[in-house]
């Protein structure tokens, strides 16, 4: 499957049966062979997204210059992104991502001055011996989160109550749909994030945020040595779309 452009759709079985891992090495396969006119014409968010964020890497390893010096080609991403979405990209993201603090091979995003505090002003965590117990200021339903927690995404909407709870390291996270009644998780997914099992770099550089954009509810993020967007279907929680700027760094 890894090998060619594949038969099944990206963006469904795909998904849903790789790992980080699998995907960017498919991506990176694909974008430097000539199978890159056929991703192109291909309706995929995760696709599209891959190939307008290698322009930019291409720009800067050329040159061995950080994408700031490169704005032209970020912006173009982020209007492609904006394209793809139908909706406007979160203005902190943005800002994250045009100041990196690292070079050509990989843009680090470890020194974020400009997080919104709103993304956490509501979020109230409360530890015990084996979890810790999440609380959302205006509402009267609790998390119980029984991984390593920092932060907490969580998003009240038309389509249901979901919240990502993740530390400041940039490990996968799982992010799930909140049965109020029943106090359980309704699903459960994997936000890739940058892709890696364990991280090494420095703390406090995780954030993120929920939105439901068109009946998509997608996650926006940063981490150490990533910014990242992954879409899920909010009824099942499968995998929509996924984007990392690793993809196509290693």
């Keep these: 499957m890894w090998d060619g452009f594949p038969k099944a759709d990206i963006e469904g079985d795909v998904l849903q049966h790789a790992n980080a891992d699998e995907f960017r090495h498919w991506l990176k396969h694909n974008l430097a062979s000539n199978e890159n006119r056929k991703l192109r014409q291909h309706k995929s968010i995760s696709l599209s997204l891959a190939i307008s964020w290698n322009r930019v890497q291409t720009a800067a390893n050329l040159h061995g210059v950080t994408c700031t010096e490169y704005a032209s080609e970020v912006h173009a991403f982020f209007s492609e992104a904006k394209s793809l979405l139908n909706s406007e990209i979160p203005r902190w993201w943005k800002e994250a991502v045009l100041n990196p603090r690292g070079y050509s ?3 680090i995003f470890n020194e974020v001055s400009k997080i919104p505090v709103r993304l956490q002003n509501r979020i109230s965590l409360r530890r015990a011996d084996t979890f810790t117990e999440v609380s959302v ?24 109550i979901f919240y990502a709870p993740y530390s400041f390291t940039a490990n996968p996270f799982d992010i799930h749909q909140f049965d109020p009644v029943k106090g359980t998780s309704k699903w459960t997914s994997k936000v890739w994030g940058n892709g890696s099992a364990m991280n090494y770099g420095p703390t406090f550089t995780q954030f993120a945020e929920l939105q439901m954009i068109n009946e998509v509810l997608t996650i926006f993020g940063i981490s150490w040595d990533a910014a990242y967007i992954e879409g899920f279907d909010p009824d099942t929680g499968k995998a929509v779309f996924r984007f990392s700027t690793v993809y196509s760094s290693y």
């Design 137 to 160: 200021v205006g509402e009267s339903y609790k998390f119980r989160v029984y991984a390593p927690c920092e932060r907490v995404a969580h998003l009240k909407s038309e389509g249901g």
């Design 105 to 107: 091979s990989g843009f």
